[in-house]
C-alpha cells in the first residue's frame, strides 16, 4: 500500500537517534546478529497495520498475540516483555520504562503538530465594541463576540463560534468551531472546548400548573474550571439560581450532557453519552462509562467508578465501583449476572423435579389405592 505522506511532509528519524531521544535500548530478536541502528523510521501505526520502516508499540502482555503478524521495523517494549516478544516479532526491539509515553512522545517527532495561527483579530469577525480581547489572540472569521465580553492572551476562538454578552474566558482556550457559549458564561484557563459543543443553555425545569408547562427562568450560570477539555456537541446547562460547576482537570467526551445545577468535581472523566440529571454532584476523580446515566439530586463520591450503560437511581459512595441497571456494586452485580446465566439451567432442572414429584405422589396414590381395607371388628 502506498504511503501518504503525513501532512504533506515526510519525516525520516534514524534507530539509534530514537533510541537516544527516548532513553530506550535497542536490541533484535534472539536469533539475529545485531540492530540496523542506522535504519531509519518514517511513521507510526498500530500493531495490526505497521509496515516496514513504521514504529508500533506494545502496550501490555495481553496484545501479544497481536505481535504474530506485526510489520513494524521497530517496536518499542517494556523490558519485562522483550524476551517474549522477540519470540515472534522479526523487527528491532527498542526497550523503554514507559512505552505508551515513548510512542506518543515519537509520533509527536515522525507527526510534528502544525503551528498555531497566527491571523489575529479577523475583519470578518463580529465582535461588540465593549468586549475585551487578550493579547495573541486569534478571532477566526463569522465569530460572534457579545457586549461585556473578556478574553484572556493566547486565545484561539474559530469560525461560528458565538460568545454570549458578560462571558469571561482565561488565558490559553480554544474554542472550535460552532461552540456557543451562553451569556456570563465562564471558563478557566487552558480550557479546550470541540465543536459544537454548547455551554450555558437554560436546563429543563418546568412548573406544571393549570394544565401546562410553565419555564423557570434560569438566572444562574454556568462555571469551568481550568484544563476542562469539553467534547463535541456536549451540552452543559446553565443554574437555575446558583452555577453549574465543572471542576478543573475533567474530561468530558462527546455528546455527554450535564444538567442544571450540577457540580462536577477535579479531574473526572466521562465517557460519550454519559447523563447526569439536574442537581447531582460528584467528587474528585470520579470516572463514568460510556451511556451511563446518573439521575437527579444524586451524589457520586471521591474516586468512584460508574460503568458503561449503568443506571444510577441511589447515591454512590466514595471508591465504589458500581454497575448495571438499576446500577449496584459491581461485585453483587456479578454474583447477579452469574446466577442469572444459571437461569435456563435451572429451569430444566426444576422441571425435572416437578415430574419426579408428580411421578412419585402418582405411584404413592396408587400404592394407597391398592392397598387392602382395614379390618374392623
Keep these: 500500500m502506498r504511503r501518504i505522506p503525513w501532512r504533506g511532509r515526510i519525516v525520516a528519524i534514524a534507530v539509534d537517534h530514537l533510541s537516544r531521544v527516548l532513553g530506550g535500548e535497542l536490541r533484535d530478536r534472539a536469533d539475529a546478529e545485531g540492530c540496523d541502528s542506522a535504519a531509519e523510521v518514517t511513521d507510526v501505526a498500530t500493531l495490526e497495520r505497521a509496515e516496514p520502516g513504521q514504529l508500533a508499540y506494545l502496550e501490555s502482555e495481553k496484545h501479544l498475540p497481536r505481535l504474530k503478524h506485526c510489520r513494524a521495523g521497530v517496536l518499542i517494549v517494556h523490558p519485562s516483555l522483550a524476551e517474549r516478544a522477540s519470540e515472534t516479532f522479526g523487527g528491532t526491539l527498542l526497550t523503554v520504562s514507559d512505552p505508551q509515553g515513548a510512542f506518543i512522545q515519537a509520533m509527536l517527532l515522525l507527526r510534528p503538530p502544525r503551528p498555531r495561527s497566527t491571523i489575529g ?8 465594541p465593549t468586549a475585551r480581547i487578550g493579547a495573541g489572540c486569534n478571532v477566526f472569521p463569522l ?17 461560528g463560534v458565538v460568545i454570549g454578552d458578560g462571558c469571561v474566558i482565561g488565558r490559553d482556550v480554544t474554542l472550535h468551531p460552532g461552540v456557543v457559549l451562553y451569556a456570563d458564561t465562564r471558563l478557566g484557563d487552558r480550557v479546550i472546548v470541540h465543536a459544537h459543543a454548547v455551554i450555558g443553555a437554560d436546563g429543563f425545569g418546568y412548573r406544571f400548573a393549570e394544565g401546562r408547562f410553565h419555564k423557570l427562568p434560569h438566572t444562574g450560570r454556568a462555571i469551568i474550571g481550568d484544563d476542562v477539555e469539553i467534547g463535541a456537541a456536549a451540552t ?3 443554574a437555575m439560581i446558583d452555577a453549574t460547576v465543572v471542576g478543573e482537570g ?13 457540580e462536577i468535581g477535579r479531574h473526572n472523566a466521562f465517557a460519550s453519552q454519559v447523563g447526569f440529571a439536574g442537581s447531582c454532584r460528584t467528587g474528585d476523580y470520579v470516572r463514568c462509562g460510556g451511556q451511563a446515566g ?9 474516586g468512584a467508578t460508574v460503568g458503561p450503560q449503568a443506571g444510577v437511581i441511589w447515591d ?12 449496584g456494586p459491581d461485585k453483587e452485580k456479578i454474583r447477579v449476572e452469574l446466577a442469572t446465566r444459571k437461569l435456563p439451567e435451572m429451569r430444566k432442572q426444576l422441571q425435572d423435579l416437578a415430574r419426579q414429584v408428580a411421578a412419585l405422589q402418582q405411584a404413592a396414590e ?12
Excluded: F, W, Y
Excluded at 475583519?123 to 461588540?128: G, M, S, T, V
Excluded at 465569530?143 to 469560525?159: Q, T
Excluded at 396408587?366 to 371388628?377: G, I, L, M, N, R
Design 294 to 302: 446518573i439521575g437527579g439530586h444524586l451524589s457520586v463520591g471521591d
Design 366 to 377: 396408587s400404592a394407597d389405592a391398592a392397598a387392602p381395607e382395614p379390618v374392623t371388628t
Design 250 to 262: 475533567t474530561k468530558i467526551d462527546n455528546l455527554v450532557m450535564i444538567a442544571h445545577n450540577c
Design 121 to 128: 483579530i479577523s475583519p470578518q469577525a463580529i465582535i461588540d
Design 143 to 159: 465569530a460572534v463576540i457579545g457586549a461585556d465580553v473578556v478574553v484572556g492572551e493566547n486565545c484561539d476562538i474559530h469560525p
Design 236 to 238: 452543559i446547562d446553565r
Design 316 to 327: 454512590v459512595p466514595a471508591g465504589e465501583k458500581h454497575h448495571g441497571a438499576p446500577a
